[in-house]
């Protein structure tokens, strides 16, 4: 199956568990790919000490997943996208939503 993650959250648990679960969807043998909006284009900065959001977020990238940033919304918040967190465009997004099976939202 083809999984669209929008994560919009910079809730560290929210977040972590955004991210939990799309490795557990990759190791069903899913193709996954996360879209970062709004508040979500934190979350390479939102660990904390019970919710280690980087290290689920490395696991997914090492495990094939794939991690597109909203480029507006880091502007807005005066950051640029990372190697792990490409800055990316709407058309992203909406080709997401447009190839995957499902969708879901954190």
Known sequence: MKLGVCIYSNDSESVWNAFRFSNFALKKGDEVKVFLLGKGVECE????????????????????????????????????????????TMEDLYRIIQD?????SF
């Open 45 to 88: 900065s939102i660990d904390s000490e019970k919710f280690k959001v980087t290290e689920q977020l490395k696991d997914f990238i090492d495990g094939g997943g794939k991690v597109l940033a909203c480029g507006g919304c880091l502007k807005m918040r005066q950051q640029a996208g990372s190697e792990t967190c490409p800055l990316s």
């Open 100 to 104: 995957s099976d499902r969708t879901v």
